[in-house]
């Protein structure tokens, strides 16, 4: 049973740049939120998106957008990067239905911004 | 404003000793209280979650203790070993009935186990 994925695992932007970071949910997931940590911090909820449309969003601008498909998987984009959005960006994935709170993480992706 | 607060930042601890970490917050809406533990370059992986109807839970070697009503839990790891060094987050929710809502994290506790 694969867990959450993400890819790609690390990636190098230059600011004013536009990025795209993917995720694959957990088998029998159809929730997916995204995290962002920085260094030396815990990570900060950033939106959570269950049935492709965003259910709940944390304090973050708007130029950090998503997208879940069909197949629940998800895309975080974040849009005129700033040398402060170089973190490790975490996929967590869960259910949404019933009372199930756990949320499964994937390895994150590694954002540098130059 | 900091709805999780953890301590302490950092802590060391002999194999074969009791680790503590504290948490506290704000939020009384809050009803799952999962902890996290992060291996360098990986994601959180769940250790032991606890919902507030009960004052403590127990898995193994991992313990979280709760006290709803100061709004404060912590997690003891007993018989502490070397592969117990990594980070440890404290996270705090509110599950809607609908699935989880977005976690609210602490700012995570080093912990290193000494042999």
């Known amino acids: 049973d694969a867990g959450v994925t993400q890819s790609p695992t690390h990636l190098i932007k230059t600011r004013g740049q536009q990025v795209t970071l993917r995720c694959s949910p957990k088998?029998?997931?159809?929730?997916v939120s995204w995290y962002q940590q920085a260094l030396g911090q815990g990570p900060q909820f950033i939106f959570q998106?269950?049935?492709?449309?965003?259910?709940q969003r944390g304090n973050f601008p708007d130029r950090f957008s998503g997208h879940q498909f069909p197949n629940y998987s998800s895309e975080l984009n974040v849009n005129a990067l700033l040398l402060g959005d170089s973190a490790l960006y975490l996929c967590?994935?869960?259910?949404?239905?019933?009372?199930?709170?756990?949320?499964?993480f994937g390895p994150g992706t590694r954002l540098l911004v130059l | 404003q900091q709805q999780v607060k953890q301590s302490p930042q950092s802590l060391i601890v002999q194999k074969g000793g009791i680790s503590i970490i504290n948490c506290a917050y704000e939020n009384t809406a809050f009803d799952y209280f999962p902890w996290y533990q992060q291996f360098p370059g990986k994601g959180p992986a769940l250790l032991i979650a606890?919902?507030?109807?009960?004052s403590e839970k127990k898995e193994g070697r991992f313990t979280i203790s709760f006290n709803k009503s100061a709004k404060q839990f912590s997690l003891h790891i007993m018989d502490s070993q070397p592969g117990d060094s990594a980070t440890y987050f404290c996270?705090?929710?509110?599950?809607?009935?609908?699935?989880?809502?977005?976690?609210?994290f602490g700012k995570g506790t080093h912990l290193i186990i000494q042999p």
């Open positions: 088998s029998g997931h159809d929730t």
């Open positions: 996270a705090a929710t509110s599950g809607s009935g609908g699935g989880a809502d977005g976690l609210t």
């Open positions: 998106y269950y049935e492709e449309e965003e259910r």
């Open positions: 967590a994935s869960s259910s949404g239905q019933g009372y199930q709170e756990t949320q499964y």
């Open positions: 606890i919902r507030p109807d009960v």
